[in-house]
Structure formats: C-alpha cells, structure tokens
C-alpha cells in the first residue's frame, strides 16, 4: 500500500477550491493505488513488463486475452507487453489468486480497490480477464466541493473510463469524515470500497453494505435506509428501472443522494426510458388553444411527469473537466421547450487552480424528438427559405392561357342564364346586388357541370 504524491500523474493533478472571498487556494491530491497487489496477481512475466515501465503510475488496466499477446492501457496509449500469447495457464495463474467472480463477472483483490472482469465463452471457461487499477485519489473533488456540502442529492454522469467511482469514492469519505454525516455505500460490485469483508480505508468513516447479486441492488437500497438511518446513501452504477424507482423512495424520504449513471450528457438520460425517473421523467401532453398559442408550439408536447430524484447532475467531460447542472428541473424543462442553454463548465488549470466559466446558449438548440420548437427558434428547411426558389424572369405580370371555342361557349351560356334570372328576380321586386350576382354564377358553373357530368 502506497501512498504518494506525483504531479506527473494525471489522477494525481493539484486541485484547488475557491473560498468564500473568492480566493484560490492550490492542495496537491494523494495517490493510494496499491500496484503491487495487482502485480501479484498477474502472470510474473507480465508483471516485470509493467514494473519496469516509464508509465506504470499511469496505468489504467491490463488485458489478458487466450491466444493474444498481453496489453496494457495507459493513460496517453495502449502497446502490446510480449510477442508471447496469453495461454490459458496464464488465466488459470490470474484465477487462482483472485476472490469469487459473482454474478456480474467481476472479482477483486482484498483489501484493494483492483478489479478483475472475466470475458467467458459459451460453455463457461474464462478466456479474457481485464485487470483494472483501482485508485483512491484524495482531493479530486474540488471541482464541487461546494456542491457536495449542500445536502442536495447529485448524479454523475460520464462514459466508462472517466473516473466517476473514484470521485464516487471521495465524495463518501468528505461526507463521513469533513461534514460527519451518516453515509452508507451500497456496493454492488465491490468496487467502491474493495473487496473482502473489511472496506478499504479509502471510504473514511462510510459504512459500506455488499449485494449478493447485481439485480438486488434495489432492495439493498431500501434496506438501508429503514435499518441503518442514514443521512447520504451512495450508490454506484444505477441501471434498471428498479433501481431507479427505489432511489427515488430514498430521495422522498428526506436522504441525500449520491450516484452515477452511464450516460455522457443530461440529454441522453431524457432519453433513456429506463433512467428518465432519475430526472422527473418524460410524458406527452396537450396543451389547450391559447396556451400553445402563448407557447408558439404544437398542442401535443413533451413535459416533465415529476420532481427529478436528484437536484444537481455533472457531466464529467474528462478528469479535470466537468459540466455542472445545479437545478436539474429548470435544465430538464428548457431541453424539453427547446430553449438554448447557457452551459457551466468548471476545469482545472496547469497552477492547480478551479477555473469555472459559463458558455454562451446555443441559439441552434432543438429540442428533443417529438417536440416542436417555438416559433422564435424555428428555422425553415423547406425550398423557399433555402434560396433555391428563384422567381421567373419578365415583368412579373401571370399569362393567361389562351381560352378554347367549348369555355367560350360555355361563358355565354352562364351570361344569359344569370341575366333571366335578374329579370326574373327584377319582376318580383328581389334586386340582387353584386354579391348574390357572383353567388348565382357559382351555383350556374356547378348545374352546367353536373348536366356534363350525366352526359
């Protein structure tokens, strides 16, 4: 177990947190990795490669692979370790050293925070093993430490690889040990506070429940909160509906939230009609005459169903990169209107500093699938806005078409017709004005028409 502070390393960048005069103040982050234990585990060819390696603290995981040679992935770029092939004495080697494999195909090292995912074929036998370093790195979330102290529920979001259990991490610990709340971790996979009985240091004071199997995770959820009183309820990975139902119980009775979800952007939550709960979900309404006309929209438009489960949502862009959402309801509904949004984006420069700016609203902004977009952001695609609709050339002035010999005789026919029925109407005292003239030939057209059509 090691722990070190290194510059160079890209989880180990200085992160520093604005104060409340507005000053910065630059703290260099602690590495806890532990890269011995993982390399104990490996084949110990495998493992001189690495140990010897220019970027070992740079590592992100190693691939073993039955009849390809061994990789290994850092931070900057992945390359091959040996022109040997991975045998599958080489996986036995891995196997026997590591804990169970559970439902999810991931086991881990004790007392560490390394995970192994086994890749097996369809009778069963492991023939690939991604082996992940697990990091505890202190100090990474100065980028919403103000955030985190706010008793608001966040949701993290990102891809897979950009450190949101590792942020997951910290958070837990700041929570139990700087703010002393009563923060229990639901931990699925292990991944948060290690593997084995006994959770990894990295977690403070946290308390941390195992789930025997992934898809009883929700009601390891709910157990929590009605047997152990907590305060903040951490949990990793929210996938299922399920899961995304319980969450929302917990957010109701009073307990502060802290997850993560697959998904690079709010947008794509919306989306997602298993995860839409976590931010209040998405229902089809319609709308009466007037208020779609104040709208300058369709009738028939998306809104939110509800009070989203979490209040604050951060895209983690990258490591030391993130976009923050600090009133998830508002960003929803503008997303759902079509409204451009004005982005705010907090990073971490070269001296350690929190840099946080506000990027100018897209005015190019749609709303999603199934919504119109008000009158004012609607653009034309069609070909009269696009240019392509050229008028003809000449004086502007329409051409008649020539008038045949049949229409001719037919005009005439409607002139005596409608003048016998003014001296009809003349006789009766019944003078028709200009209108009832025009009405009377339309009703002609329509008789001359039809004695036509009998024909």
């Known amino acids: 177990?090691?722990?070190?502070?290194?510059?160079?390393?890209?989880?180990?960048?200085?992160?520093?947190?604005?104060?409340?005069?507005?000053?910065?103040?630059?703290?260099?982050?602690?590495?806890?990795?532990?890269?011995?234990?993982?390399?104990?585990?490996?084949?110990?060819?495998?493992?001189?490669?690495?140990?010897?390696?220019?970027?070992?603290?740079?590592?992100?995981?190693?691939?073993?692979?039955?009849?390809?040679?061994?990789?290994?992935?850092?931070?900057?770029?992945?390359?091959?370790l040996s022109e040997q092939v991975v045998t599958k004495e080489d996986l036995q080697y891995c196997i026997d050293r590591v804990g169970y494999f559970g439902g999810d195909n991931r086991a881990g090292i004790e007392k560490t925070l390394h995970?192994?995912?086994?890749?097996?074929?369809?009778?069963?036998?492991?023939?690939?093993?991604?082996?992940?370093?697990?990091?505890?790195?202190?100090?990474?979330?100065?980028?919403?430490?103000?955030?985190?102290?706010?008793?608001?529920?966040?949701?993290?979001?990102?891809?897979?690889?950009?450190?949101?259990?590792?942020?997951?991490?910290e958070i837990a610990r700041v929570l139990a040990d700087d703010l002393g709340r009563r923060v229990v971790i639901i931990d699925t996979s292990n991944e948060i506070a290690g593997d084995g009985d006994i959770p990894h240091p990295a977690i403070g004071r946290a308390r941390r429940m195992q789930v025997a199997k992934p898809e009883l995770q929700h009601q390891v959820m709910i157990e929590a909160v009605e047997n152990h009183t907590p305060e903040v309820i951490v949990i990793d990975e929210i996938g299922t509906e399920l899961e995304a139902t319980a969450a929302r119980t917990i957010a109701e009775r009073g307990v502060q939230l802290v997850g993560t979800a697959h998904g690079n952007q709010l947008e794509n939550l919306m989306k997602n009609p298993t995860l839409s709960d976590l931010v209040g979900g998405i229902q089809s309404v319609t709308l009466g005459d007037d208020e779609a006309r104040r709208r300058g929209s369709q009738k028939s438009v998306l809104e939110r169903k509800a009070p989203p489960t979490f209040d604050i949502a951060v895209e983690m862009l990258e490591r030391q990169r993130w976009v923050i959402h600090e009133d998830v309801a508002a960003t929803v509904d503008s997303l759902l209107r079509g409204r451009p949004l004005a982005t705010q984006i907090r990073a971490v420069n070269e001296a350690g500093e929190v840099i946080t700016t506000t990027e100018a609203p897209k005015i190019t902004a749609t709303p999603l699938k199934g919504r119109s977009p008000s009158l004012s952001t609607t653009k034309g695609k069609g070909w009269r806005s696009s240019g392509r609709m050229v008028p003809p050339k000449g004086s502007g002035i329409v051409e008649r078409l020539p008038v045949t010999a049949e229409q001719q005789t037919f005009e005439a026919m409607l002139d005596r017709a409608l003048n016998e029925d003014e001296m009809v109407a003349a006789a009766t005292e019944d003078s028709p004005g200009a209108g009832s003239r025009t009405h009377r030939r339309s009703e002609w057209r329509r008789y001359f028409a039809s004695l036509c059509l009998w024909h």
Not at 123 to 142: K, M, N, P
Request: aromatic share 4%; glycine share 8%.
């Open 1 to 80: 177990m090691v722990f070190h502070n290194d510059a160079q390393s890209a989880e180990s960048a200085p992160v520093s947190s604005a104060t409340s005069a507005g000053r910065t103040s630059t703290t260099q982050s602690a590495v806890y990795d532990d890269l011995e234990a993982l390399m104990a585990v490996l084949p110990p060819d495998t493992a001189a490669q690495i140990q010897h390696h220019q970027q070992a603290d740079q590592l992100i995981e190693v691939i073993l692979d039955l009849g390809r040679r061994p990789e290994a992935r850092f931070l900057s770029k992945a390359e091959y």
């Open 115 to 169: 995970r192994i995912s086994a890749i097996r074929n369809r009778s069963g036998e492991v023939i690939g093993l991604t082996c992940r370093v697990g990091r505890a790195v202190f100090g990474t979330i100065g980028l919403i430490q103000d955030l985190v102290e706010r008793r608001q529920s966040i949701l993290m979001l990102g891809r897979p690889g950009v450190g949101k259990t590792t942020a997951l991490r």
